[in-house]
């Protein structure tokens, strides 16, 4: 008995650091939904703060260049026309980006933005790092986040972590960074 605990346990673990989003979808169907931000290029950090106990539950990554993606690391959001590449969302328009803020945002949950300008050169390599990075397995959004982050330019301070919050509190001092609080009710 006590082996097959043993493996049950063995196999829960393994299937809890499998990636949530294998699946890749060809270029073209991307290249159809593509959309861009007419705005200045930027980084827009989302993190998912639980309302009772105050601790991170989700780190994403929005990047502004020349298209506009969401890097949802290991996450579940799914809208209709919106395809998901990995844990890269595209066609990132400002409706989806409230339809993705308001699925997380709940009585709950509340989503934190930190909005940081950057350059169109660090923006187009922080595009090509989260449409290269993968699958991110469960638990995981914070640190591939973070690590993506500190190989970036004006971004080097940044430390891995796996807390959302932590994460946050790193780039909310970021020079020219801006916040803002999305609190919905259900």
Do not use: W
């Amino acid at each position: 008995m006590k082996r097959l605990f043993l493996a049950l346990a063995a196999v829960a673990i393994v299937a809890g650091c499998a990636p949530r989003n294998p699946d890749f979808q060809p270029p073209a169907e991307l290249a159809q939904v593509s959309y861009r931000n007419a705005g200045p290029t930027s980084l827009t950090l989302y993190t998912v703060i639980n309302r009772r106990s105050g601790a991170g539950a989700h780190t994403a990554l929005e990047v502004n260049a020349s298209e506009t993606v969401l890097f949802d690391p290991a996450g579940s959001f799914k809208a209709e026309g919106v395809p998901r590449s990995g844990d890269v969302l595209y066609g990132f328009s400002p409706a989806v980006e409230k339809a993705y803020s308001s699925s997380h945002a709940r009585s709950t949950f509340y989503v934190r933005k930190v909005n940081i300008p950057v350059t169109p050169e660090v923006a187009a390599m922080a595009l090509q790092k989260v449409k290269a990075n993968g699958p991110v397995a469960a638990a995981h959004c914070a640190q591939s986040t973070s690590a993506i982050l500190q190989t970036l330019p004006g971004f080097q301070h940044v430390q891995r972590t796996f807390y959302p919050k932590q994460l946050e509190a790193q780039v909310v001092s970021l020079p020219g960074a801006t916040s803002d609080s999305i609190v919905e009710e259900d």
